[in-house]
Antibody, heavy 121, light 107 residues
């Protein structure tokens, strides 16, 4: 069963860049049947889709974050990554990576456990 | 963006009760509607996709219905382990959006 695992700094200073990696195990990020997505959840709040990437490198971003956002994929390492620049306290959240299953109406069918990112000086 | 609105925001029910959560989209999304269950400190778990297709391994007491703009998630006989927050999500068009969540407590 495919597994996803987020990694990266838990604390980022305001105005700096938040960088996270999602490692895919027991599955391939190069599979044409899936997109690979980032989703976040601020403390005590709901879920926000950040964006996703296809193995070819094609991306789709949330317009609310697009100007600060880069999602990339490294097929050789079976990983995809998130970079969010110029962060503020509003970017404090649990960040999840998830698989978008084309055969399941593009539902998020596999999730990482999530990683807490705090923006603070 | 397509807005997703869930009701109620919270509810309390007893073991064995039948529970229904509704989700409304701000425009038609056909059946591109998915349901997730999230327990405290855990990642969301996919329950249902395409409005009414049960994800593998999910108990059959969960069911979904609807199309267009109005959808429901029903738990036919509530169990203790169903205490969680439930989210609907549209995958009709990007940006994908979620409802605000329904917190379900067991009395």
């Amino acid at each position: 069963q495919v597994q996803l695992q987020e990694s990266g700094p838990g604390l980022v200073k305001p105005s700096e860049t938040l960088s996270l990696i999602c490692t895919v195990s027991d599955g391939s990020v190069s599979s044409g049947s899936y997109d690979w997505s980032w989703i976040r959840q601020p403390p005590g709040r709901g879920l926000e889709w950040i964006g996703h990437i296809y193995y070819s490198g094609s991306t789709s971003y949330n317009p609310s974050l697009k100007s600060r956002l880069t999602i990339s994929v490294d097929t050789s390492k079976n990983q995809f990554s998130l970079k969010l620049s110029s962060v503020t306290a509003a970017d404090t959240a649990v960040y999840y990576c998830a698989r978008v299953n084309h055969s399941a109406y593009k539902a998020f069918d596999v999730w990482g456990q999530g990683t807490v990112v705090t923006v603070s000086s | 963006d397509i807005q997703m609105t869930q009701s109620p925001s919270s509810l309390s029910a007893s073991v064995g009760d039948r529970v229904t959560i509704t989700c409304r989209a701000s425009q038609s999304i056909s059946t591109y509607l998915n349901w997730y269950q999230q327990k405290p400190g855990k990642a969301p778990k996919l329950l249902m996709y395409a409005a009414s297709t049960l994800q593998s391994g999910v108990p059959s007491r969960f069911s979904g219905s609807g199309s267009g703009t109005d959808f429901t998630l029903t738990i036919s006989s509530l169990q203790h382990e169903d205490s969680a927050t439930y989210y609907c999500q549209q995958s009709y068009s990007t940006p994908y959006t979620f409802g605000q969540g329904t917190k379900l407590e067991i009395k």
